[in-house]
């Protein structure tokens, strides 16, 4: 995966516009994926999930779309706000294996401006 | 705040000591979930417990180890500590029935080996 930290692929999106964060998976048998935001200083905090029987499934403000043909995987962040300024992160469990370990992608960084 | 408490919140020690990181799951959560976070290799899974039984183990190395107590609170020890470990470790929880693959992260504990 990509590294994080200094050399995180970075999204600018200005206030009030919709956000789109993309993740490709590895996994082509992963059953279960999630969504997480990093605040700086917090750990990863959920947001969204969908099961691999879905292509789609919409919260607040936010929509995750599933392509399992390419194995992607986005999030759509409506109306964004400087509060959804941190890194996010996909993570797909690796399905039918003991335990429920994810496994993350590397993590784009967004940066919502004024 | 997820319920997922972590202790303590700053480590700095030396290269060849031992650490122990302390985790207390989200009330009735049976599962718990050891991941480092570097700037390198960002967030890998080391391993999980299920009701004091180790479930799923990931690339967690043979200086570390990690234990869950009846009361369910868990503790990874790091020993023999190189630079290289120096990195946020976070523990995660999830549902009492073990399938349930939405975590709640703690706050992590940021670990600094000089």
């Known amino acids: 995966g990509e590294s994080v930290g200094l050399h995180l692929p970075t999204l600018s999106v200005q206030e009030g516009d919709n956000s789109i964060i993309n993740c490709a998976y590895s996994n082509s048998a992963s059953d279960y994926f999630i969504w997480y935001k990093q605040e700086s200083g917090k750990g990863p905090q959920f947001i969204i999930d969908?099961?691999?029987?879905?292509d789609k499934r919409q919260g607040q403000r936010v929509t995750v779309l599933l392509n399992k043909t390419v194995k992607h995987l986005s999030l759509q962040i409506a109306a964004t706000q400087p509060g959804d300024s941190a890194v996010y992160f996909c993570a797909e469990n690796p399905a039918k294996a003991a335990g429920n370990k994810l496994t993350f992608g590397g993590g784009t960084r967004v940066l919502v401006k004024p | 705040d997820s319920g997922v408490t972590q202790t303590p919140k700053h480590l700095i020690t030396a290269t060849g000591q031992r650490v122990t990181l302390r985790c207390s799951p989200r009330s009735g959560d049976l599962s718990v979930y050891w991941y480092q976070q570097s700037l390198d290799q960002g967030l890998q899974f080391l391993i999980q417990y299920y009701n004091g039984e180790e479930r799923a183990k990931g690339n967690i190395l043979e200086r570390f180890s990690a234990q869950q107590f009846p009361d369910l609170h868990s503790e990874l020890n790091l020993s023999s500590l190189e630079l290289g470990d120096s990195a946020l470790y976070f523990c995660?929880?999830?549902?009492?029935?073990?399938?349930?693959?939405?975590?709640?992260f703690g706050p992590g504990t940021r670990l600094t080996v000089t």
């Open positions: 969908i099961r691999s029987n879905m």
């Open positions: 995660a929880s999830s549902g009492a029935g073990g399938i349930s693959y939405e975590q709640y």
